[in-house]
């Protein structure tokens, strides 16, 4: 139990990479957050049933007053909050030629912009608190994928923004990492089972070198990780979960 009397937010814990996220903090002993736009009640009742604590909160990450109350409900809720996970977080692939400029900023919004305001908004109540932990999901497409300009630029405004968090607060008991999934089963990787009778899905599998598509519990591993006592002299990191996949 690493995480005991500790409390989190995790963002987009409705379901895939973000309920596994929240079932492992809760199995460490936090008090969680489930934060989403979607209804997160079956991630708390699967903590509850598990013995865990958890409270679901709906919240767009792109509204920023919205940030506010889910923080302030963290904090009026549980006393207190450690541990802020921004990993709500959208694609809309397509080549750039082609791409609509809705669906850049659509993108831009949810996964840079919204993880900007979670991050801020929970900076400024753990550098009152001396403590905290921030968590950012990235995406190994950050170094750059076919058609992904867009998700692409977020996730690397994720990186950048990370960095110069963990810097701008490493003194005040903060440390802020991003973590970068390769490719881990969810609705939004799972997608491309529907593409040419699944032979999208077995030419991903030939690329990753362990073979097969990562679950949301290898990343909530290492949230659980990041977020534990044993990492605080771990800050401004980007780390890989992607079985072999980004170099
Ligand atoms: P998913 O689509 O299965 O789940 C995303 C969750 O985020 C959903 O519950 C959705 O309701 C919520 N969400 C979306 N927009 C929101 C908003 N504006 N406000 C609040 N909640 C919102 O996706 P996933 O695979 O679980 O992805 C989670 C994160 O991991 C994303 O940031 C994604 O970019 C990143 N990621 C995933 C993979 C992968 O292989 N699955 C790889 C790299 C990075």
């Not at 290898?218 to 780390?239: C, K, P, Q, R």
């Amino acid at each position: 139990m690493r995480l005991e009397n500790k409390v989190a937010i995790v963002t987009g814990a409705g379901r895939g990479l973000g309920r596994g996220i929240a079932l492992r903090l809760a199995a460490e002993g936090a008090k969680v957050v489930a934060a989403d736009m979607e209804p997160a009640a079956e991630t708390v009742s699967l903590i509850e049933a598990a013995g865990g604590t958890a409270s679901a909160f709906k919240v767009n990450v792109t509204n920023q007053e919205e940030i506010k109350s889910m923080v302030r409900f963290a904090i009026d809720t549980y006393g207190t909050l450690d541990i802020m996970v921004n990993n709500a977080g959208i694609n809309r692939d397509g080549m750039l030629h082609k791409m609509p400029v809705e669906n850049w900023n659509l993108v831009i919004d949810v996964d840079l912009t919204g993880t900007f305001y979670g991050t801020q908004e929970a900076i400024k109540y753990m550098r009152e608190k001396g403590y905290g932990r921030v968590i950012n999901i990235s995406s190994g497409s950050w170094l750059g994928n076919i058609g992904q300009a867009n998700y692409a630029a977020a996730k690397a405004g994720v990186v950048g923004l990370t960095k110069t968090a963990a810097r701008e607060n490493a003194r005040k008991g903060i440390t802020c990492n991003a973590i970068c999934p390769g490719f881990i089963e969810t609705d939004m990787t799972l997608k491309l089972k529907e593409v040419n009778d699944g032979a999208a899905w077995d030419s991903m599998m030939k690329r990753i070198p362990a073979g097969y598509a990562g679950k949301p519990s290898d990343v909530g591993n290492m949230v659980a990780f990041l977020a534990s006592d044993e990492a605080s002299y771990i800050t401004s990191e980007v780390i890989n979960v992607g079985g072999g996949m980004i170099v």
